[in-house]
């Protein structure tokens, strides 16, 4: 009997300890804090995708941009090869018509210094011009120094 009694104290204590409404509610918050944490990745997820698209659009536009600056870059470089051949043209043009010849170490100094020939008189001579002069005078003198050979 003795192990009936037992058995009988057993269970009783088993029943008792079989309800779990404190178990259950342990249980149903932790689901709740679960279920949070879910929906908290989720919204993080969300906002990494969000900026990751953000990001896209930017690399798109860069890339765009780059794109532009290298058309631009080839553009310019197809300018140089063009106008720079010109302007040397222009320019050695100018020095054999005009028999002007600066000193381009002078540039920059009070005065620019040039030199003149003068294929009328068989002449080779130096001209100063002040940078403080006014412009129109400066070319004025210098157009002065250049000759002109007279026209039949």
């Known amino acids: 009997m003795l192990l009936a009694a037992e058995l009988s104290q057993k269970v009783s204590q088993a029943e008792a300890a079989a309800v779990y409404s404190d178990a259950k509610a342990l249980h149903e918050q932790n689901v709740a804090e679960i279920n949070k944490a879910i929906a908290d990745v989720q919204q993080d997820v969300q906002r990494v995708h969000s900026s990751i698209s953000g990001t896209h659009e930017q690399q798109a ?28 043209k222009r320019i050695s043009l100018y020095a054999h018509i005009t028999g ?27 001209v100063t011009l002040d940078n403080k002069e006014n412009c129109c005078e400066a070319v004025n003198k210098l157009w002065e120094q250049i000759p002109c050979p007279e026209v039949q």
């Open 61 to 88: 536009e860069l890339q765009k941009q780059q794109q532009q600056l290298l058309a631009d870059r080839d553009e310019l470089l197809r300018l140089q090869q063009v106008v720079e051949p010109d302007k040397l």
């Open 100 to 126: 002007i010849l600066f000193d381009y170490g002078s540039l920059g100094g009070p005065t620019i210094k040039a030199t003149v020939s003068d294929s009328v008189n068989g002449e080779i001579r130096d």
